[in-house]
């Protein structure tokens, strides 16, 4: 890709930070034991993804053969992104908002599901996956959303009151210090 990228490329390939800065901000404020499992699920669905990688140890586009080996299927932004998007979307549906959240925050499905084809389609373009690898993520991430949501509808195991009752900033900690090891 030698010519320059558009912006919207540029911002889309900034995503994981994006995210995940969104994701935190949300996390501290609310300081809710549902959005803590959703981000618990969210980084679990992310570690999955990347034991899959290298079990399957497909490679990415021919461009990128001159970095570092990593691995294309299944696509972690596309598994990850759409984890996001099918999880808020039951959530909007099926769950009453959060009252720290505005009340207009039911309509993120409406930014979260463009977005998140966005994220795929920037992710072919950019020449870092092939599209059975953003489909593969993609499908990943429905089934990990769909699975998580209904752990934490169903209440399984007593989920939501192990959650409600745990320091929530000492689950987080946890979580990123358990999880952000690659």
């Known amino acids: 890709m030698g010519a320059a990228l558009p912006l919207w490329l540029k911002f889309l390939d900034k995503t994981s930070k994006v995210v995940t800065v969104l994701t935190a901000a949300a996390l501290i404020h609310t300081r809710s034991a549902g959005v803590a499992f959703f981000v618990t699920g969210a980084l679990l669905c992310s570690k999955l993804t990347k034991v899959i990688k290298k079990a399957i140890r497909q490679e990415r586009p021919s461009q990128f053969s001159g970095r570092k080996v990593s691995y294309g299927m299944p696509s972690s932004h596309a598994s990850t992104c759409t984890f996001f998007a099918v999880y808020i979307t039951f959530a909007c549906l099926e769950l009453p908002i959060h009252s720290a959240f505005p009340r207009f925050a039911m309509f993120a499905p409406v930014v979260v599901?463009?977005?998140?084809?966005?994220?795929?389609?920037?992710?072919?373009?950019?020449?870092?996956?092939?599209?059975?690898?953003?489909?593969?993520?993609?499908?990943?991430?429905?089934?990990?959303?769909?699975?998580?949501?209904?752990?934490?509808?169903?209440?399984?195991?007593?989920?939501?009151?192990?959650?409600?009752?745990?320091?929530?900033?000492?689950?987080?900690?946890?979580?990123?210090?358990?999880?952000?090891?690659?």
């Not at 752990?151 to 192990?162: E, K, Q, R």
């Open 113 to 182: 599901l463009p977005w998140t084809c966005m994220i795929a389609i920037s992710r072919v373009r950019l020449g870092h996956h092939t599209w059975p690898q953003i489909a593969a993520g993609a499908l990943l991430g429905v089934c990990c959303a769909s699975l998580w949501f209904k752990l934490w509808v169903d209440d399984v195991g007593g989920i939501m009151t192990i959650l409600s009752s745990a320091n929530v900033e000492f689950t987080v900690v946890s979580l990123i210090s358990l999880f952000w090891v690659n």
